[in-house]
């Protein structure tokens, strides 16, 4: 099956600096990529949708200088975190799809728990 | 944009019992229907989806229904056991996917 993969699975950082999170698919091309962040015991929530090659789109609210996402190649889409605050704090998850009109499934990432002290 | 909601937001039955979550979806242009399980602190996996030129699609314990015209779609499952017990959450899709807000469901052995 379609196998995405995210790294890291957990990152402690101080406030102020920036954070990285790599999202993979293994085993497929992705053509677009979704991030989304969750709060506890919550839903989750789009930040954005990235296309290979082109710029993200942004859900309302999410701020773009803040969520930086590069979906580089058909395989790799990166989100970072910059200027991190505690209030960044989250578990944030990304999907790929290869995409269609018709609709595809989603395969997530394990996800990354962020925790900024 | 699309919107989704889900009803209820949690749910307790008695193994052995079933379950039905319900989800309306408001874009009419959606046309695809996933429904994810996800346990504690993991990734969400999905169990079951339908299309929308399908009514209803059934594997094995799991069911989904869906009607168009009133845009709504609902998860079934029959004899519930305790493993079953997770956050099911639905989602609607055309080129980008919404999920509801998710209910919670315990299984009592």
């Known amino acids: 099956g379609a196998v995405v993969s995210q790294h890291p699975s957990w990152v402690i950082c101080k406030s102020g600096t920036s954070v990285k999170i790599e999202c993979r698919s293994l085993d497929f091309q992705a053509t677009t990529m979704f991030w989304y962040r969750q709060f506890p015991k919550q839903s989750l929530m789009l930040m954005a949708t990235?296309?290979?090659?082109?710029?993200?789109?942004?859900e309302q609210g999410v701020e773009k200088d803040k969520f930086l996402i590069n979906h580089a190649s058909l395989t790799l889409s990166t989100l970072t975190v910059t200027s991190a605050h505690p209030e960044d704090s989250s578990f944030y998850i990304c999907s790929a799809t290869a995409g269609n009109n018709w609709g595809s499934p989603l395969h997530f990432g394990n996800g990354t728990r962020l925790t900024v002290t | 944009g699309e919107n989704v909601e889900q009803h209820p937001s949690t749910l307790s039955v008695q193994e052995g019992d079933s379950a039905v979550i319900k989800c309306t979806y408001s874009d009419s242009a959606s046309n695809y229907f996933p429904w994810y399980k996800q346990e504690l602190g993991k990734r969400p996996q999905l169990i079951i989806d339908?299309?929308?030129?399908?009514g209803e699609k059934k594997d094995q314990r799991i069911a989904v229904t869906l009607n168009k015209t009133a845009k709504h779609f609902s998860l079934h499952i029959t004899e519930t056991q305790p493993e079953d017990s997770a956050v099911y959450f639905c989602?609607?899709?055309?080129?980008?996917?919404?999920f509801g807000a998710g209910t919670r469901l315990t299984v009592k052995p």
């Open positions: 990235s296309n290979e090659g082109s710029k993200a789109t942004y």
């Open positions: 989602a609607a899709s055309m080129n980008d996917m919404r």
């Open positions: 339908i299309r929308s030129n399908v």
